[in-house]
């Protein structure tokens, strides 16, 4: 069965730090593109970061650009968003997400989706 699981979620106080991962199971991951979306409470879903097949090519909405890391591990079929300086507006719903070899920020291409992990920063 093909599938993603996002794990790692959890509450962090503003300033904190949070890693979530993303494994695949029935697939591998290393002939695909790899994105990390959100979507909080009211909001559309929005593109966090992507990361290509083979890791060289990385792309990071602005909201959070230099705080968050995308990363991948192949060989243990599975990505990672390293999340730091966390911000109340951080606070979402994160999925995973592939749609093949798509490199964009947008939710349109990715047919394939985790069920995603709360995280909630907060004071």
């Known amino acids: 069965q093909v599938q993603l699981v996002e794990s790692g979620g959890g509450l962090v106080q503003p300033g904190g730090s949070l890693r979530l991962s993303c494994v695949a199971s029935?697939?591998?991951?290393?002939?695909?593109?790899i994105g990390w979306f959100r979507q909080a409470p009211g909001k559309e879903r929005e593109g966090v970061s992507f990361?290509?097949?083979?890791?060289?090519?990385?792309t990071y909405a602005d909201s959070v650009k230099g705080r968050f890391t995308i990363s991948r591990d192949n060989a243990k079929n599975t990505v990672y968003l390293q999340m730091s300086r966390l911000k109340p507006d951080d606070t979402a719903v994160y999925y995973c997400?592939?749609?093949?070899?798509?490199?964009?920020?947008?939710?349109?291409?990715?047919?394939?989706w985790g069920q995603g992990t709360q995280v909630t920063v907060s004071s």
């Open positions: 029935g697939f591998s991951l290393d002939s695909v593109t």
């Open positions: 997400a592939t749609g093949g070899r798509s490199l964009s920020l947008s939710p349109r291409p990715y047919d394939t």
């Open positions: 990361i290509s097949s083979r890791g060289r090519i990385t």
